[in-house]
């Protein structure tokens, strides 16, 4: 049915109990700082509201609310190249180090000995960051094969599933760029353009299994996250009902917040324990296919560009990637 161990994958999230505890602490605390700057606008909303009538009062606390989500986001946005670089990639890093029968230290060390191989492997955050960009341009037109390869099935009906099955395999392939990755990690390469062009390549002529792999993963992982969903109704509301003019809808988004940070948390690293399985496994011996090379070639000019950077890298340009990395073309 598919190609993973669930307790395989339990083993290698005991084993990272570190780095898991050092997700939670992350994401909780950016949880956490969403409530506390929404908390602190709605309350200079309700106090400059304190001017006016009711409607006003009610108007200026929903737009302060507003602003501090708003303002936090922003913040946050500026620092997801360091949640990358720092928090997913480190984990996957050492994943696969315990997936290859390797040791790892114990408490705080491995964190620092995960930071150590992603440095090794990437150098600065701006050049894992600006690979993962390009990774997953590719890995949108790889879908969109397999996707024309459906369509030109003799199957009755079938357009009319499509776009659920777009919506669908969009969702299926939400983790697959951080897989990508972790091939960089196993081989050891110098080199971590060229690497990700190799494991994209491996990735396409494999892309049925592992979307089946994935759609099993995706159904686990929004299924769990609903239901954490459902459970955080109750505290978020509390918490909204201690906010200056109780925000209504406030208790909907707070629930997603904390539902969201123990998705990215513990769900997501779960899930990508079980891909990062299915991808070793059937990929196993396997070697780069020339005729999928040159499907995405013709398919996306992210992966052109991968291969570009790939010369540029291994003929000494490295201080140059930094500057380019973040004007890839769209797929």
Not at 93 to 100: I, R
């Amino acid at each position: 049915m598919w190609d993973f161990s669930m307790g395989t994958a339990l083993t290698l999230m005991r084993k990272t109990m570190p780095f898991l505890l050092f997700r939670i602490a992350v994401y909780f605390g950016i949880a956490v700082a969403y409530v506390l700057a929404t908390g602190t606008g709605a309350g200079i909303g309700y106090g400059v509201g304190g001017f006016g009538d009711n409607d006003f009062q009610a108007s200026t606390t929903m737009w302060g609310g507003i602003a501090g989500f708003g303002i936090t986001a922003g913040i946050l946005y500026l620092m997801r190249e360091y949640l990358l670089y720092i928090v997913k990639a480190g984990h996957i890093a050492v994943m696969v180090e315990l997936l290859d029968g390797r040791e790892l230290p114990d408490g705080q060390g491995q964190i620092a000995y995960a930071r150590s191989i992603v440095t090794d492997r990437f150098g600065e955050a701006s050049v894992l960051f600006g690979i993962d960009q390009l990774i997953k341009g590719v890995v949108s037109a790889i879908t969109g094969l397999v996707q024309g390869l459906l369509m030109i099935l003799p199957i009755p009906g079938l357009d009319k599933v499509m776009s659920l099955v777009r919506a669908y395999l969009k969702l299926a392939v939400g983790l697959v760029d951080e897989v990508i990755l972790a091939h960089s990690f196993r081989t050891r390469s110098e080199n971590p353009y060229a690497s990700a062009k190799q494991a994209l390549v491996l990735y396409g002529q494999n892309a049925k299994p592992m979307l089946k792999n994935a759609a099993w993963l995706t159904l686990f992982t929004w299924g769990i996250s609903i239901l954490v969903f459902l459970m955080m109704l109750a505290p978020a509301a509390a918490v909204v009902y201690l906010m200056p003019g109780a925000w209504s809808a406030g208790g909907v988004v707070f629930a997603l917040l904390f539902a969201w940070a123990v998705k990215v948390s513990v769900i997501e690293p779960f899930a990508i324990a079980c891909l990062l399985q299915a991808f070793f496994a059937v990929t196993d011996g396997q070697v780069p296919n020339p005729e999928w090379e040159a499907k995405l070639e013709t398919a996306s000019t992210k992966f052109k560009t991968l291969g570009e950077k790939a010369v540029n890298w291994a003929s000494g340009g490295r201080s140059t990637q930094t500057a380019t990395d973040g004007g890839a073309a769209a797929p």
